[in-house]
């Protein structure tokens, strides 16, 4: 009989990583997302009205935009078409008040959502497409409690979606493909969601670090290098995900006690990498 190491034993202990075959599962691990409707992403620049740059550093800098500045009434960014030569096409940082940016094309030297320190649960950037951005798409830094929502975020130079030190974060419905890094990347944001998202043709389709506790379900990520890739990411669960053709499908580095449960992966080079 062949005598199992020691080693062995304590990295499979270590590791408690549980990888179930169950159908179904994962409904209702999403808190509540799926009421976030898809909306149509295939914005017609042609409506849209061109517009400089927007920065925004105060709250009093949201007044020429129309809303409440309350959850129900909040201050809306929408409708601008923003090609710009500018660091940032879309730059909000240091606000307390609710606010929204939808239905915007943003194409910028940097950035082309960029938004950093805002109060809690009071971002939302929901139906935009950012493309051809010297580094990211949309990102966030500080900024807790934000929903990113139905944007298509192609062609960047680094990553389609960047959140860090932004714990529970909703990313939902997003498009990320074709970027040069990743296409969504998630970094020290803990009890994180991100669910029903395309990330086709990137480095890492999906790439969380030092955020723990959260939850990757229901996403595409084909033809990346890697498809989902947790790295330092405990107690975190990858369930119903498709990842094919990738050069690992599903990938966990120092992830322990966390659960991989009813993916699909084919015609990956590695299918499942502990």
């Given at each position: 009989?062949k ?21 179904n ?9 799926q ?17 400089d ?13 129309p809303?409440a ?20 096409g ?11 940016v939808?239905?915007c ?24 497409t950012?493309?051809n951005?010297g ?14 929502a ?33 296409g ?16 086709n ?9 030092c ?5 990757v ?6 033809n ?17 995900n ?10 966990l ?12 992966c ?9």
């Amino acid at each position: 009989m062949k005598k199992i190491s020691n080693y062995s034993i304590r990295t499979t202990i270590g590791l408690v990583v549980t990888i179930v075959l169950i159908l179904n599962l994962g409904q209702g691990m999403t808190k509540g997302i799926q009421t976030i409707e898809k909306n149509k992403r295939d914005l017609s620049l042609s409506s849209l009205i061109p517009h400089d740059p927007i920065f925004i550093t105060s709250d009093s800098d949201f007044e020429v935009f129309p809303g409440a500045g309350t959850v129900e009434d909040p201050y809306v960014i929408e409708e601008y078409s923003i090609t710009t030569t500018s660091d940032e096409g879309i730059y909000i940082i240091d606000t307390t008040k609710y606010f929204t940016v939808r239905n915007c094309y943003v194409d910028a030297i940097s950035h082309g959502i960029y938004i950093r320190n805002v109060a809690d649960n009071t971002a939302t950037v929901t139906n935009n497409t950012c493309s051809n951005n010297g580094y990211n798409g949309i990102e966030l830094w500080g900024s807790d409690s934000s929903t990113v929502a139905n944007n298509t975020c192609t062609n960047n130079n680094q990553y389609g979606i960047f959140i860090r030190s932004s714990s529970n974060s909703t990313v939902i419905n997003n498009t990320c493909n074709n970027n040069s890094g990743d296409g969504i990347f998630l970094d020290f944001s803990d009890n994180s969601s991100v669910s029903s998202n395309i990330c086709n043709n990137n480095d890492y389709g999906i790439w969380f670090s030092c955020s723990d506790y959260s939850t990757v379900t229901n996403n595409t990520c084909n033809n990346n290098d890697y498809g989902i890739y947790l790295q330092n990411s405990y107690s975190s669960t990858v369930s119903n995900n498709t990842c094919t053709n990738n050069g690992r499908g599903i990938y966990l580095k120092l992830s322990y006690s966390s659960c991989v449960t009813s993916n699909i992966c084919n015609n990956n080079s590695y299918v499942i990498y502990l």
